[in-house]
């Protein structure tokens, strides 16, 4: 039971991390300085992919030991999705906070000029008690003035697909391991082709798009608050995404069985 706390604590983390690179993008559209706070997603990228390093021996240890004791354990992997939920939620309500944090970082990094300087000046027990004068709620007024209408409604569900897939990539082949034992190596490494899939609509459908409509406001040819409401959308459907991974586990799983032994020499 510690090994699935251990499993959703860093889920949590990863998800809160990639969500919150929508509150950099747009501090940096903010203070227009979208490339050094472009250049600062490398530290949240850094954050969530050692999270998920970190994660990946506690995931196959539990899915290790359901097989060594046959027990069922599916509703450990939705309750890790659900960790992924709870991790985006944690997000969309630190956006207003992180925003104003990642003004001051894209002001420090400026002034640093590089990311090193910028860690060792800015983590110390100083800079870390300022930050409360920085927490910025989510407000009613504020979410009643976001709008979807402006928002590629094939953008938001692009997202949403992407995200469920990305969330169930690894989960869905380490239970196919169980479906089908006699290939476990082969369906193990199928993860790869889930994320593939993920990887292809993100980089041809939705990274071009949010670029030409974060360039817009850039040059003032659309408002701040349309950009706004452009990242609080994609956040909202990535944590849907989170919810869709749920009903995707496990025929995620039986298509990554199902296919392993068609890798099958002879």
Known sequence: MNTLWMICLFTIVIHTAETLSYALRYAGVQTGRLAVALSLTGVIVLVSR??????????????????????????????????ASLG??????LFPTLVQLSKRLIAHLEITGSLPQLLRTTVSIHRIRQVKHHIRLPRLPSLARFRIKGIPYRLLLLNCIVTGI??????????ASLLVPEFK????????MINGIATIILTIFID???GLLTDRAMNGQSEMGQVRDIYIGLMISRFFGTLLAQLLLVPAAHWAAWIAPLFQAG
Not at 52 to 81: C, R, W, Y
Not at 88 to 93: P, R, Y
Not at 185 to 192: C, K, L, Q, Y
């Open 50 to 83: 050692t999270s998920n390093m970190i994660q990946a021996p506690f995931t196959g240890a539990l899915i290790d030991h359901a097989s060594a004791k046959n027990t069922e354990v599916l509703p450990a992997l939705h309750l890790i999705i659900g960790a």
């Open 88 to 93: 985006t939620l944690a997000a969309i309500l």
């Open 166 to 175: 990305y969330t169930i990539g690894v989960l869905a082949t380490q239970f």
């Open 185 to 192: 190596a082969t369906v193990m490494s199928a993860s790869g």
């Open 208 to 210: 071009p798009q949010v």
